[in-house]
């Protein structure tokens, strides 16, 4: 099986919980299963400069070693009109939400209120939806390749399930890669 991998994974302590204390036990983890296993771990570079963050140099090592890391062919890919007008269409939605959002706050705004604004704003403008390069980077490697995506990012979830890719279960994680986990035929990683 491919997988591409992004950094959710390791920094979200709901999934990364299933391979370490912390994220940087967890990755380490991770990418030494993934090394054992049969199975191919993308991550695009963008992915693994905003992991190297999270990490330890020891732990990108491992990542280098246990993962395949390169960019998706940006100017390659094919992303169907459709989808492009829907995301278009669905940011207009969250940017007047969040401007109403931000509206009624300014009303009385106290140091509390600006805090709340601020996360009610990020909620309603971010949450379920592609909101970085890296995300669009996770989705276009797997478009590329045919590869699974594995991601506790909702948005990224969401539109690499639009575009057609496999959204693995992260609760599962660890036994996709358990020593003996089956390798896939080339036809099943398609939903």
């Given at each position: ?10 920094t979200?302590p709901?999934?990364?919980?299933y ?9 380490r983890?991770f990418f030494?299963l ?10 695009p ?9 999270f ?7 491992v ?19 459709a ?26 705004m106290s140091?509390?209120d600006?805090?709340?604004?601020r ?14 390069k ?22 990224v ?12 279960d ?5 036994d ?6 089956p390798?896939?035929?080339p036809?099943?990683?398609q939903?």
């Amino acid at each position: 099986m491919k997988f591409v991998v992004d950094t959710s994974i390791f920094t979200n302590p709901d999934i990364y919980q299933y391979f370490g204390e912390l994220p940087d036990q967890a990755t380490r983890v991770f990418f030494e299963l993934a090394r054992q296993s049969r199975h191919d771990v993308y991550l695009p570079r963008s992915i693994k400069k905003e992991l190297d963050h999270f990490i330890t140099p020891e732990t990108s090592r491992v990542v280098e070693r246990g993962g395949i890391v390169r960019s998706p062919n940006r100017y390659e890919l094919f992303i169907p009109s459709a989808l492009f007008y829907e995301f278009v269409d669905e940011m207009r939605v969250r940017i007047d939400k969040g401007l109403r959002v931000a509206e009624r706050a300014a009303r009385t705004m106290s140091e509390e209120d600006v805090r709340a604004l601020r996360e009610q704003y990020r909620d309603s403008l971010r949450h379920g939806i592609i909101d970085s390069k890296e995300d669009m980077d996770v989705i276009l490697l797997a478009k590329e390749v045919g590869a699974n995506v594995i991601s506790a990012d909702e948005g990224v979830n969401k539109w690499a399930d639009k575009m057609g890719l496999r959204v693995m279960d992260n609760r599962h994680l660890r036994d996709l890669f358990a020593p003996g986990s089956p390798r896939e035929s080339p036809g099943e990683n398609q939903s």
